[in-house]
């Protein structure tokens, strides 16, 4: 029973992180008004009115590229450790002589062949 609500606990986080992402991906794509008929983008203007950045189209450039480079890293590691895929053990790779048909390699030629 812990080990199912464990799991529940990790998949609800993951998806609360994905869902975090996704939002902030949506901030970085929105444009929102930053003056009579003057849009900017709204990640931007956060970031600027918190940090107390200087407008200017370079640093704007280096906040988005942060932003995308985190978004990428963060959604890759919630899903490689969040939603692990199974382990090397449970392989469905068989390999031969482990299809439960014990029939040795000259049987397995001759048959082959055929």
Excluded at 3 to 31: M, N, P, Q
Aim: charge should be positive; glycine fraction near 8%.
């Amino acid at each position: 029973m812990p080990r199912l609500l464990f799991k529940a606990v990790r998949i609800s986080a993951g998806l609360a992180l994905i869902a975090l992402f996704l939002h902030t991906a949506s901030l970085a794509v929105r444009d929102c008004t930053a003056g009579l008929y003057t849009y900017d983008n709204c990640l931007w203007l956060w970031v600027g009115e918190k940090l107390g950045l200087l407008q200017s189209r370079l640093a704007r450039a280096v906040v988005l590229e942060v932003v995308g480079l985190t978004l990428l890293a963060g959604i890759y590691l919630t899903a490689r450790y969040v939603f692990p895929h199974r382990s090397r053990r449970q392989s469905s790779v068989r390999r031969p002589g482990e299809d439960g048909l014990n029939r040795s390699d000259s049987t397995r030629e001759s048959t082959s062949s055929r």
